[in-house]
């Protein structure tokens, strides 16, 4: 028979080691992070001005489980059969047409960008994107390998890790939020 006394009670172990309950707390936190996020560190200039070579981003692991992959989102996504991890900007969904004129990129005969492309890329256009896969271009087109490059090519929804949404690295940038 237990007496008061004698009785564990975390609540009191807590109260007696104030630094215990916030190092579970942190243990806690970490390993809801670890399960929902990741970090990435940009790699080059491809998304140029958006993000820098250098920065690290929190890509969220769990948005696509809850939701689709839409064009103006900025993901992280694992090449099909290389090696490394990449960032790149959604500009194209399953069934999307994406066309090449004069320099200028389409998607759904609407250009992407007025500015002109110098690089249309190797694959041939018309492009249809392919069921269950993503158009993805760097924001600075004149310095990124994306989809218009067969290498890369479209990204499948099983090779996007999750949507980037907040800048964690340098502090120092204008916005927290990447849009």
């Not at 007496?3 to 190092?23: A, C, H, I, Q």
């Not at 609407?110 to 993503?134: K, Q």
Request: net charge negative; with cysteine; proline share 4%.
């Amino acid at each position: 028979m237990c007496t008061e006394r004698g009785t564990f009670s975390l609540r009191n172990k807590l109260s007696k080691y104030p630094l215990l309950k916030d190092v579970i707390i942190a243990i806690i936190i970490c390993a809801v992070l670890l399960n929902v996020g990741q970090i990435f560190q940009v790699q080059g200039d491809s998304m140029y001005p958006t993000l820098e070579d250098g920065q690290l981003v929190m890509l969220n692991k769990l948005y696509y489980k809850v939701s689709t992959p839409q064009v103006g989102h900025i993901i992280g996504t694992q090449i099909e059969d290389k090696d490394f991890n990449a960032v790149k900007r959604i500009i194209g969904v399953p069934h999307d047409i994406i066309n090449y004129k004069e320099g200028i990129l389409y998607v759904n005969d609407m250009p992407i960008n007025l500015m002109e492309v110098r690089d249309r890329g190797d694959i041939e256009y018309p492009f249809v994107v392919p069921e269950n896969e993503y158009f993805v271009l760097g924001d600075n087109l004149d310095e990124s390998i994306d989809s218009r490059y067969e290498i890369i090519g479209c990204v499948s929804e099983e090779n996007i890790i999750g949507k980037i949404g907040v800048r964690l690295w340098p502090l120092i940038q204008d916005s927290f939020i990447i849009k």
